[in-house]
Structures are given as C-alpha cells and as structure tokens.
C-alpha cells in the first residue's frame, strides 16, 4: 500500500521534468523564526538541539521553534557580535560561540553571554564590540582536544590555545612573538581534532599543519599528489573521514594518508569555492561550496545537488555554507541566502520519478495502479497515457502495447498472474498480454464489461 501513495504523490507533480536522484528537504527560513537566511555554522547540544550562527544573531531550533539571541546595545550580558561563524559545545555544557570579532560564551542555563578575551586590550573593553575595534579576531573554528584544551582560530592573528585548569592562554602566530612553536601563517581556518587526538589546523595560503603535542610544535602536512602534482593550500574545510583519513579541500579533495603519509586529490575542478566538509556514518563525504552540496561516496562516486527552482522540495540555495548530521542520522544543510534545510534520516533512499516527454520517461501525469513482475519489475497503469514497464536496472519507463490506441487507454486494474498481465480500463473492457510472447487478447465484446477497476484471481485460478 505505501508503494502505490509513493507513486501517487511522485506523479502527481505534472509540472517537474523527471530525475531520479533528487533530494527532498523540509526549509526553514526567516519566516519560521531563523534569525536570517545565511546559516554560516551549525552544531547539535547534548540535549539534541541545533545551533545555527548567522550574520544576524544565533538562533537555537529545539524542533518546534527558534529562539534567537544578538547584541543588545547596553547589555554586556548579550551576544557581543551578531556575525557567528563557528559554534562549539564544551564538556561542561557552555557554547563557545566564535564571531566577526571575538568569541563569547553563552551559558544554556542562565541564556547570558561572557566575552572570552584573546587580547589583553579586550580585558577592558568587555563584551560592548563596538569599543574594541582596534583589535579584530574573526573566529572560524573552536575546538576542544581530549584533554580539554580549548582552540581557537583568529583569522589574520594566528592560533590560540586555552588550558581551562590553568586559566592560561597560549598564542601561536608566524613570528613566534609569544610562543616558541610557531604556525607559517597567521591565516588560520579550520581546527580538526581527530579520533586519536591529534589537532590539525587549516589555513589560507599555507595548507595544513599538524600540532605535535610531545614536541610543542607544529609539523606541514605535505598536501601534494605526486601522480598530478596538485596541492592544497587554501583551505576552509577540514575533517577524517571513516578511514582515518584527513579531508581538506581547496577546489578539490585531498585525502591525506597518516600513516603512508601521501595524498589523493579527487574531484578535481568539480568545487568551487569549498566552505565546509563533514563525513557521515554512511561513510560517504558531504561537502558544501559554491557549486552546491556535493556527496562523495565511499567508492568513488559522487553527485551533485544545486538549487533548481522547478524543485520547490530540493536544496533551496546552491552556495552551501555548513552541514550537520544529527545524532538521528538526520542531514541539516545551512546555505547562504536560502535558510536551512533539513533531510529526514532515510529521505535519500527513495527515487523521484515525474513525468517527461525525455527518451525512457513516464509520460502519463495520473497513475492508477502497479504491480511487480516476477524479475523485480513494475507494470505501470496511467489514466492519461495508458500502460507502462518500468526496469529498475536502467531506470527506463517503456512503452506497452494494447492496440492501435495505446496511448488513449484508461488504465484501472491491474493483475500479474505467471506470465499474463491483466489489464482492467475504463470504456475498453479487459486485456490479457502474455509477457513471454507478447501476445495480447482483448476482451470487450465477449465480456460485454466496458468498466473494469478491480481484478483479482480467486483460490480456484
């Protein structure tokens, strides 16, 4: 019974031309209480909430309603700037919230904000942003290590890292000027923090280095496919896949071997503008850019999915910022002008089919009836465009014979038994097509039955 409401509602939608691999998403924008339409970050809480930084506040989505957090002029207890790029949870509960200028911690209990200073100049100024501007830190990425070091990216000022149990605050830059390891570039993006441990750091123009703990120092990590002599130098997205591998990507992938210590580029020229990276427990890489949401499989495969206004369910903007899996295997993807979208766990597993005058297309807009064939394959019955087989091997929807008025024949009923197909029509009576032989028997004047719209075949045969 569900297949057939599958089919109905699939076909129903006339004005779609056919695809067989488009996602269907459920939006969220401004209009449903997102603080606005670019969802440049997103997290989920312990306690199953997403987090959605924007450039106009934070907003909290506990599956029901948004709740949105800004900067309130006087208030020191409010966000300290609306322009959220990065958001972390920390074990003790508290969100990390990484903006256009500074980071701030917000505290789920009591809903207040505090500043975290990452300059002695902000120690004076607070949380009011419009008092330190002489001192900019534009936050991409807060992470926390397994021993509860807190990392903090600052584009154009370096790298810090915070002991929580010391209250010390650790400044990595290019010039070492207060730290002894220093990081090639004070241009950092992206902090990964693998399975074993390790932190990885991204930038922009020096590629990726990783942090040796033992050692105090940062290591380059040789980003190069020797086979095609491509490097990865700009990067902006960053994670392990379920090998062990580190993804980064530039307007390609590399896949970075840790323990061979080589690299794989793939997908080369396909990206464009690459914002975010993440991997799934399927196994596959989802990875936002310009060029849209891009799924790169565990075998090699990929697709595409972009904005495509004759899909009102599909993606609703193809410049993706962020993507989340949630803890229910649900995918949240965050764009830049187009809201949030949201892929119900299993949504992917079903195939849209609508109908198209293309080659192999399902050309009938109302179906009726189908039935599967012994080999796995479907006898579709249309009202408008008479009877269809369609092959789950090529994806092809053909055409099926019954009389020199195929195409104007109302199908009701259909019945498989062995290898006869019966078919019940309005105003036509009964066919009978012998799929083995293609003989086909009409029965209309014999059975004096013009309107046929059940059939079935009792115990007797």
């Known amino acids: 019974m569900n297949r057939k409401v599958i089919f109905w509602v ?6 779609l031309p056919s695809r067989g691999d488009e996602l269907s998403f459920r939006h969220y924008t401004a209009r449903d209480g997102l603080s606005t339409n670019d969802v440049l970050c997103m997290i989920q809480d312990a306690s199953g909430r997403v987090w959605c930084g924007t450039s106009d506040g934070l907003s909290r989505f506990d599956s029901r309603e948004f709740k949105t957090f800004r900067h309130v002029a006087g208030d020191d207890r409010s966000l300290g700037n609306n322009t959220v790029h990065s958001l972390h949870e920390a074990a003790n509960g508290e969100i990390w919230v990484g903006t256009e200028n500074g980071v701030y911690r917000h505290d789920p209990a009591t809903g207040f ?3 975290f200073p990452l300059h002695p100049l902000e120690q004076a100024t ?21 021993d509860g070091q807190v990392w903090i990216t600052a584009y ?4 810090y890292r915070y002991d929580p149990d010391t209250r010390t605050l650790h400044h990595y830059t290019k010039d070492g000027r207060e730290e002894a390891a220093t990081i090639p570039s004070d241009l950092s993006t992206k902090i990964l923090v693998d399975r074993g441990g390790t932190v990885w750091v991204a930038t922009n123009g020096a590629g990726v280095y990783r942090y040796v703990a033992e050692e105090e120092r940062f290591e380059r990590v040789p980003l190069r496919d020797e086979a095609t002599g491509r490097e990865a130098r700009y990067i902006y997205a960053l994670c392990e896949d379920d090998q062990g591998n580190i993804c ?16 794989r580029v793939h997908l080369v020229d396909e990206l464009q503008s690459v914002h975010f990276i993440t991997s799934t427990r399927t ?78 297309g399902l050309h009938g807009k109302i179906v009726s009836e189908f039935r599967e064939g012994a080999d796995g394959s479907l006898w579709i019955g249309t009202e408008d465009d008479g009877l269809y087989h369609f092959s789950p091997r090529n994806g092809r929807f053909t055409p099926v014979y019954l009389g020199d008025d195929s195409r104007g024949v109302k199908v009701q009923a259909l019945l498989v038994d062995g290898n006869d197909l019966w078919v019940g029509t309005y105003a036509r009576g009964i066919f009978r097509k012998n799929t083995a032989t293609g003989r086909l028997t009409h029965y209309l004047d014999s059975s004096n039955i013009k309107n046929v719209y059940s059939l079935y075949k009792d115990s007797a045969g």
Do not use: Q
């Open 283 to 360: 196994g596959s890489l989802y990875i936002g850019s310009d060029a849209g949401l891009t799924i790169y499989h565990p075998d090699g495969s990929a697709e595409t999915h972009r904005h495509d206004a004759r899909f009102p369910r599909g993606l609703s903007d193809t410049f993706v910022y962020s993507i989340l899996e949630d803890n229910e295997g649900g995918l949240w993807v965050g764009t830049y002008c187009g809201g949030l979208n949201y892929l119900a766990p299993g949504s992917d597993a079903f195939e849209f089919h609508a109908p198209s005058d293309a080659p192999g």
């Open 113 to 115: 904000f505090a500043p």
């Open 156 to 159: 154009g000022n370096g790298l």
């Open 248 to 263: 980064a990507c530039d307007n390609a992938l590399f896949k970075y071997d840790p323990i061979r210590r080589t690299t």
């Open 126 to 146: 607070g949380g009011d942003d419009a008092a330190r501007p002489m001192h900019k830190n534009i936050v991409y990425s807060i992470k926390e290590d397994r």
């Open 10 to 15: 699939c076909c129903f939608c006339a004005s």
